[in-house]
């Protein structure tokens, strides 16, 4: 992808042309998944007599599939908020490395706090994914805004899939609506297969994938954020101290 030749890089229009371009790449194989795993996900909201306009809201505020589970599951069944508010939490905490090693992709030229925490709500795993993939052919000054409209695309997208799901559940057999929860991780790790560059990068997703059945249903719901920490530690220490590695 190229800088836009057309314009300054103090002009006040071009952040808005980078979030365009941004929302224009969310249309893309990722995002198709992303949309027919929330029609799973609509299809869950439905069966549990969930108000559709909450569940699209928890799409919109808290933008983490197995989280938003937790949430709307815990309401169903008359869980106290202090507790989903807990696990939710917990939820979440997996996603935290995503958010610090792709924060310096999205940072831009100066560092800029409100800009970066936005950018940082984005983080998901087709983010993550796609940002690693994309934000390296972004000029350094486009990348916030490219980044918030690659989120905002994702984001309106899997809004619509919940929409679609919630109102189509009738028409989908079970069994199909339960798959389609499955299409992330599928393609989660199709797209860690695919930016594997180095040696250390197939270690990695190597170990994690050794680590995750060690770690199934970890405590509040770790068990991703454990195989992929130990997966890529491990990877790396190994790539790291490896005899006869050249410095």
């Excluded at 979030?19 to 969310?26: K, Y």
């Excluded at 940002?131 to 918030?148: C, H, I, N, T």
């Excluded at 068990?223 to 006869?244: K, S």
Aim: hydrophobic share 55%.
């Amino acid at each position: 992808m190229n800088a836009l030749p057309d314009s300054h890089p103090d002009d006040p229009a071009r952040p808005a042309r980078w979030f365009a371009r941004g929302m224009r790449a969310a249309v893309s194989t990722p995002g198709l998944v992303l949309v027919a795993t929330f029609i799973g996900f609509g299809g869950l909201l439905h069966d549990l007599g969930f108000p559709v306009l909450a569940g699209i809201l928890s799409t919109l505020l808290v933008w983490a599939l197995p989280a938003q589970v937790i949430l709307v599951g815990g309401l169903a069944a008359g869980a106290s908020l202090p507790a989903l508010a807990v696990a939710v939490c917990l939820s979440g905490v997996r996603l935290l490395p995503m958010v610090v090693s792709l924060m310096p992709l999205m940072r831009g030229p100066r560092p800029r706090l409100l800009s970066e925490l936005v950018c940082a709500h984005f983080v998901a795993v087709t983010l993550w994914a796609e940002g690693f993939r994309l934000l390296p052919k972004v000029a350094l000054e486009g990348r916030p805004s490219y980044a918030v409209g690659l989120g905002c695309g994702l984001t309106a997208l899997s809004m619509t899939g919940t929409a679609i799901g919630f109102y189509l559940t009738g028409a989908l057999p079970g069994p199909l609506a339960v798959a389609l929860l499955l299409l992330t991780p599928i393609s989660f790790a199709i797209l860690l297969v695919r930016n594997a560059r180095q040696p250390v990068d197939w270690l990695a997703i190597g170990l994690g994938t050794a680590i995750s059945p060690l770690v199934a249903n970890s405590p509040g719901g770790l068990d991703l954020f454990w195989a992929g920490v130990g997966g890529g530690t491990l990877a790396f220490f190994i790539a790291r101290y490896l005899p006869g590695r050249r410095a």
